[in-house]
């Protein structure tokens, strides 16, 4: 059974700083790592995946992958108000079973 | 383009009564089905899974139930609720296939007292 732990709990950022997010999983086997963005009250939204070992940036967002430490991480750079949010990684292992989420990162970012 | 719709919106139930909630896909024939259910400040837990109709695998034990009618609808059902069931239910959908993204629905608000 898989296992997905989310670190740090809660973030508050100030605008325009860089923002860290890490995701450890149990399974070795597990490939497909998906980061869901959830506004308060509202249902999650994907924001970035990766497949493989090693970095994707979209924008102002960047994932990283490593598969032999069981870890992988997004970084938010220029944090702005509007990125507030519960961050929820998951991983994949089975594609018909679905996701396991990570208990999530609250961010604050104040202006 | 494919919506996601989920009924009702917000439910206030009393322990020990029935519940049904209800997700509707259109514009995607055949999609993978799934409901998660999300406590207050919670992460997503899943519950059901369903690739074809009339076929729904269980994730976890809640006594809760699950069903697929159709083929762009899944119920999620109990007949009687506990204080535990209060929480944030969201359907969801993806095409299948390791890579694809699963799209959620806007989520029913469900608070037993």
């Known amino acids: 059974q898989q296992n997905v732990q989310q670190s740090p709990e809660s973030l508050i950022v100030p605008e325009g700083a860089r923002t860290s997010l890490n995701c450890t999983f149990s399974d070795s086997a597990s490939q497909y790592f998906w980061w869901y963005r959830q506004h308060s009250g509202k249902a999650p939204k994907a924001l970035m995946s990766i497949f493989s070992n090693g970095e994707k940036e979209e924008g102002r967002f960047t994932i990283h992958l490593n598969k032999a430490s069981l870890h992988f991480s997004l970084h938010i750079r220029d944090s702005q108000p509007s990125d507030s949010a519960l961050y929820l990684c998951a991983s994949l292992n089975n594609y018909a079973q679905g996701l396991t989420f990570g208990l999530g990162t609250r961010v604050s970012v104040f202006p | 383009a494919q919506t996601i719709h989920q009924w009702p919106v917000a439910e206030i139930k009393a322990v020990g009564s029935p519940l049904s909630l209800g997700c509707t896909i259109k514009g995607k024939s055949s999609p993978n089905l799934y409901w998660y259910w999300q406590a207050t400040g919670g992460t997503l837990q899943q519950l059901f899974y369903s690739i074809t109709v009339g076929q729904v695998e269980s994730v976890v034990q809640l006594n809760l139930s699950a069903s697929r009618p159709k083929d762009d609808q899944f119920i999620l059902s109990t007949e009687k609720l506990l204080l535990s069931h209060s929480g944030f239910y969201l359907c969801?959908?993806?095409?299948?296939?390791?890579?694809?993204?699963?799209?959620f629905g806007p989520g029913t608000r469900l608070t037993v007292l």
């Open positions: 969801a959908w993806s095409l299948g296939g390791a890579r694809a993204e699963q799209f």
